[in-house]
């Protein structure tokens, strides 16, 4: 079955997501479908050819050939009705709206299509930074304190020292975040994150914290981790530097830390992922702070897939594809419906 | 525009979702369509003459016309292709799998049908008891003291005291749900939860406990609570009583309580409901210990829509379909992707 990467989406990061398909077109050697979703939620198939960015931001997709998303798989429509693409794997891209939040997940699921990505319960409790807080908690790995700021109620005290760092609930990609130092630059920050969700969390931000990026998969039952990455950074990752993040493809250099931390970091990795990520490649993004591993975020689907930590990016995606989750089917045999009628008569 | 009650779905609780739709019917005074979800995830639009439970016990559906859920509404094909199906308000009735797991609110917002119903985010944080813990830690709310078991570590052991209730994480309806009153009884108990789910709630037991559901609704920004009921039970609802309970479409006395404790569950019921649950009608479900409120679930989609608990259902269900949440809708605009390869030259 050959994959489809699907990537775009009704989302702030719509267009990181088409560098990161672009990226992956360089990476994954299996043939591969494009299928890009764009803001109105149409689904284009795309000529290998073209998968450039100014296609995209020329809009020349539309004069693509459309699908339409239907039971078993994607569908185009032509002059005698629908019919059916070759069988697909879907690699959900979609990073943000669309395949982050749980949509595309449930559609796929809904529909009974394959796909490598998150599922939905997943994309929920990853894609709110509160929920991820929650996670952690139930999965028994730590995360920093923090304090939620409701638009409602955005006077709210904040009982944290200075410098904290604030973020919009629901978005990724340091979209809506900033540092604030003082009391004086709260107002403008909350502005700046009120933009994007009602929520705002609000965290110490603790200078030079020692960050580590963790991905992995399970393959097979087994949990499989990347290289360790100790990311580079001057202040925070602003949007443009992350954008171009989501471009890389080369391999990275493995962390220089000690055994034990990297064992910590794996163990608290698979601990989340194996939470409910079963079928997807995520990536966990960690501090340490006084030697204590703190999860900061979950990228359910990261960028280009996170390929540049893994020695064997094709092997890691050949065996995650072979091991996806099957949702659960219900039988129904209209047991109840039948009791009760003979018990009670007519219902 | 005509409400469309959307009903099935599949799940265990596919049964009680025909029982609800059929007593909501009775009720609604407004025109319906009815469309049904079989277990197969086939949409057919249903006559109202046929809305009798075994209609579908027999599979006569089958013989109805069947709908395809595509942009912006449903869709029935005919000879010459696809034709849009009049514009329709859904509301969500599919209890359980489909309705309360996100899928169905997924592709509603995705495809931009307007829909009464829990959104996808509250569907994952009140259809998994797990999250629902979570979800009264966020809002303020406090919830029972509880153990979480995983299949595959199910010989942990339980520190609660006897008897306990043991619940499958992810179902409503009380199925897969034991009192166990001592540790012989526990592994059976277990063996049943894990039939259902691979995370089992385990919780105190307290016997005679006082229990009361609160239903509502937000309108135009207003939370509208229902009268408050204490349900009679004997033990615990079982599934069969429940099933009666979800046909049921007479108005109920209002619980005969303090007007100060009425004010705390509705302050509580509004707490949840702020988080997530606008355009939905759901019904929570509290304990009351040593004068404590407690949230003991949340039902996104109660029987029945628990229409039985408003002075005026249809007044509700009008207002509510009025204030419906738009989701928010992202503009693309490719300036980082023109600005990016203004400054890079080609990516």
Redesign the interface.
């Known amino acids: 079955m050959k994959l489809a990467l699907v990537f775009g989406g009704?989302?702030?990061e719509?267009?990181?997501s088409?560098?990161s398909a672009?990226a992956l077109k360089k990476v994954i050697k299996k043939e591969l479908l494009f299928i890009f979703l764009d803001?109105g939620?149409?689904f284009w198939l795309i000529d290998a050819a073209n998968m450039?960015?100014?296609y995209?931001?020329k809009r020349e997709y539309k004069k693509a050939k459309q699908l339409?998303l239907?039971?078993d798989g994607f569908f185009t429509?032509g002059f005698f009705?629908f019919s059916a693409l070759e069988k697909v794997c879907v690699v959900n891209l979609a990073h943000g709206?669309?395949g982050e939040?749980?949509?595309?997940?449930?559609?796929f699921?809904?529909?009974?299509v394959p796909y490598v990505g998150p599922r939905?319960?997943v994309c929920?409790?990853s894609?709110?930074k509160?929920?991820t807080k929650?996670l952690g908690?139930?999965c028994g790995v730590k995360t920093l304190e923090h304090k939620?700021i409701f638009k409602k109620e955005r006077d709210a005290k904040i009982d944290l020292s200075y410098p904290v760092i604030i973020k919009p609930s629901r978005l990724g990609s340091s979209i809506g975040v900033s540092v604030v130092k003082s009391q004086k630059e709260l107002d403008y920050a909350l502005d700046v994150a009120f933009e994007f969700d009602d929520a705002v969390i609000v965290e110490p931000f603790i200078e030079n914290v020692r960050e580590f990026n963790v991905a992995g998969a399970k393959i097979k039952g087994e949990i499989v981790c990347s290289n360790i990455e100790e990311p580079q950074k001057e202040g925070y990752l602003d949007?443009?530097k992350k954008?171009?993040d989501f471009?890389r493809t080369g391999e990275v250099e493995a962390a220089g830390i000690d055994e034990a931390l990297g064992a910590r970091l794996k163990e608290a990795f698979a601990k989340i992922y194996d939470f409910g990520f079963d079928g997807a490649i995520i990536r966990c993004d960690f501090f340490v702070v006084d030697g204590e591993v703190y999860l900061n975020e979950v990228n359910p689907i990261p960028g280009s897939l996170a390929n540049y930590l893994f020695a064997d990016f094709n092997h890691l995606l050949d065996g995650v594809t072979r091991s996806l989750p099957h949702p659960?089917?219900?039988?129904?045999d209209?047991?109840?419906?039948?009791?009760?009628?003979s018990a009670k008569g007519?219902?």
Chains 1, 2 share one sequence.
């Open positions: 009704n989302s702030y719509h267009e990181i088409i560098v672009i803001e939620g149409e450039k960015s100014t995209f931001a339409y239907q039971k429509k009705g709206g669309d939040d749980g949509r595309l997940a449930s559609m699921d809904f529909y009974g939905t319960e929920v409790m894609f709110n509160l929920y929650s908690l139930i939620t949007f443009e954008y171009m471009s659960r089917r219900i039988k129904v209209y047991k109840y419906i039948n009791d009760i009628k007519k219902l």
